[in-house]
């Protein structure tokens, strides 16, 4: 099965610090995705990539960053945290579309609390 | 871009009764919808596909269709369990890779 393993179960930072939110997939997957998740907003896409050292913003890139070195790896910055970027970030893997039609899998998410 | 739509609302049914989810979607019709399913405090899983050429899937107790007049997906669940209770979000992929979910459904299944 795939495995979408992300780095922390729970965060706590402080207001303007940078932080790190780290993603790796194990299905060789071309596809890598961040979504936040807040209550009666959603999943809304951050960012995506779809090949190492491509990356698309998503539907709210503001405040945020990424980077994809690897193919399995993805991951999300913010670069000066502020308490609205409180919230459940999930990353998510697909191969390429026409493959599994999209077919999205998901690691467990980080909760981040910015104080 | 898309906007999607699913009741709000969480939904409250006995067990054994089928459960129906609805969502809807506002412009184009994608060339196929996905359900998955979130419990509390996990990331969501994948559960059905359905493509635009097919009016209804099914797996299992589960069942999706498709009507690209309406700008509508069904999601069924029959003989529903307590175990089936969790959050059901509809997406739809957007250009080549994006995918655009919806704010999900609360289901609730009474024993």
């Known amino acids: 099965d795939v495995k979408v393993t992300q780095s922390s179960r729970y965060l706590v930072k402080r207001t303007g610090e940078k932080v790190f939110l780290e993603c790796v997939q194990d299905?060789?997957?071309?596809?890598m995705f961040w979504y936040r998740q807040d209550p009666g907003l959603g999943l809304r896409l951050i960012y995506f990539?779809?090949?190492?050292?491509?990356?698309e913003k998503g539907d709210i890139p503001e405040g945020y960053s990424v980077s994809r070195e690897k193919k399995e790896r993805f991951s999300l910055i913010l670069e000066s945290a502020s308490t609205n970027q409180t919230s459940m970030y999930l990353c998510?893997?697909?191969?390429?579309?026409?493959?599994?039609?999209?077919?999205?899998?998901f690691g467990s998410g980080t909760q981040l609390s910015v104080l | 871009s898309q906007k999607i739509e699913q009741n709000s609302e969480a939904l409250n049914i006995q067990e054994g009764k089928t459960a129906t989810l609805t969502c809807n979607y506002t412009?184009?019709?994608?060339?196929?919808l996905q359900w998955y399913r979130q419990d509390p405090g996990r990331g969501p899983v994948f559960l059905l596909l359905?493509?635009?050429?097919?009016k209804e899937k099914r797996k299992e107790r589960l069942k999706v269709t498709f009507d690209t007049t309406l700008k509508q997906s069904l999601f069924h669940i029959t003989a529903s369990q307590p175990a089936d209770s969790a959050t059901y979000l509809c997406?739809?992929?957007?250009?080549?890779?994006?995918?655009?979910f919806g704010t999900g459904t609360k289901l609730q299944v009474i024993p």
């Open positions: 998510a893997s697909s191969s390429r579309q026409g493959a599994t039609n999209g077919k999205l899998f």
């Open positions: 299905m060789d997957h071309e596809n």
């Open positions: 990539s779809y090949d190492v050292k491509m990356k």
């Open positions: 412009n184009y019709s994608p060339a196929y």
């Open positions: 359905i493509r635009e050429n097919e």
């Open positions: 997406a739809l992929i957007e250009g080549y890779q994006k995918v655009t």
